[in-house]
């Protein structure tokens, strides 16, 4: 009877071990498939299969070093149990925390730390101590496993927050968008018209009733916002929103408004300009008459042409002024008559 029941145990205990042993093989084999497969042929779920193979292989060794006798819990023993605490720690904080906490309850050796006692001491060329939750990530060591991959294992919570990508408008990213949010981004992409606006002129042929005519286009949309545009008026016509002409009101609204704004504005700019360059003249022309005047030459013709032409110009600009230069102008040349009128 006893000799049936050691039979028994000794069989359960084979088949467990052989089925945790077949189980760990086919694990490897499958990640070492996923890991040599072309990135052209992975799927989209490919990173999330390879940690999740990876998190499973590194649990199913944690545990067999768990389950390892208490005699053979020695030194390398707990800095193999760290080592792979720090790999469970970068898949999910939580389940580290828990194998901690079940390591450290168990009955451990005069090598071991003792439950509610100090922290175990620093292991030669193994980390300081346990996992530390919370903190930074551990450097990666000798032999380990493939790095976790960006994303994490189904059900888990990622280490750190992943980089938050800038939208690309594409037929793909806008198949996958909502009405209400293709309506939102082509609002945002007509409102950002101001910034992607070019300023050189153009000549282009217009259709007429009669044939076509040349006319001058002042500015117009960058050829990369206008292709962003069309890839939103098209999904958005796809996904019955609005009619084409309707899009069409409204972006030639939104060209017209901009084209209008960059023109005033530079309008103001040629205004100032102007103003600018018109006192300089006026000064320049007052100038110019002083100094003939103060050095009289009646005889010759370049000196009467150049004061007379001189004080004309500056009756554009100043009338009075003029007025004065040409009463100093009369009395310099006697028989010469007033050619501004008062």
Known sequence: MNFLYYIIIFSIMYASHTYAKDEKTTIEEELNELLTLPEKNRPNNWKDSVNNHV???????????IALPQTQKNEQWQKNVNSLLFDVALYNKKTASDYLEKIYKQPMTTTQPVLGGPPPPPL???PATPPK????????LPGMRPKLLTGSPPG???????AIKKFEITPRTLKNLTKEEVEKLFNEHLASLNNNWDDTDQKIEVKTKYGSKTMMERGRPSAMWKNKLSLIQKSLVEKNVMTAEQLNTFINEQIDKTRAEKLATVSQKTTATEIITTQDTKES????VQALLRDPRPAEISWFVGSKSGIKALDKFDHEAALQYQEKFIKLTPKEKKFIKP
């Open 55 to 65: 998190f499973t292989l590194t649990i199913i060794d944690l545990e067999k070093l």
């Open 124 to 126: 030669p060329g193994g």
């Open 133 to 140: 939750l919370g903190g930074p990530p551990p450097p990666p």
């Open 156 to 162: 888990m919570s990622p280490k750190t927050t992943p």
């Open 285 to 288: 022309i007052e100038k110019n």
